[in-house]
């Protein structure tokens, strides 16, 4: 059974930086290519950041480029998303992702494995 657990969410100032982990077990990570999405209270779940399974393409959402990197290391079937100049109104749940179909994926609906998400707040 796949599971992803993330961690690494926290309060932060503005302007500040975190970087959350994402543990893939249960299979390679290897096998998947991975995304990052985040939810804020009373939004939709949006698109942050995706990997291809080699890690040589990745893709970004245009309000993240420039601050955000998504990385990941298979030998340790983790991911990781490198978040700076983090700005209050990216107060939200953070979650991972895992697709095991395709090269790069930004749509939600097509990923087939959810972690339970981390809270990262920012404060101004």
């Known amino acids: 059974q796949v599971q992803l657990v993330e961690s690494g969410g926290g309060w932060v100032q503005a302007g500040g930086s975190l970087r959350l982990s994402c543990v893939v077990s249960?299979?390679?990570?290897?096998?998947?290519?991975m995304g990052w999405f985040r939810q804020a209270p009373g939004m939709e779940r949006e698109f942050v950041a995706a990997?291809?399974?080699?890690?040589?393409?990745?893709n970004y959402a245009d309000s993240v480029k420039g601050r955000f990197t998504i990385s990941r290391d298979n030998a340790r079937n983790t991911v990781y998303l490198q978040m700076n100049s983090l700005k209050p109104e990216e107060t939200a749940v953070y979650y991972c992702a895992a697709d095991v179909g395709r090269v790069i994926v930004t749509t939600e609906a097509y990923y087939d494995y959810w972690g339970q998400g981390t809270q990262v707040t920012v404060s101004s």
């Open positions: 990997i291809s399974r080699n890690g040589v393409i990745t």
């Open positions: 249960g299979r390679t990570s290897s096998s998947f290519t």
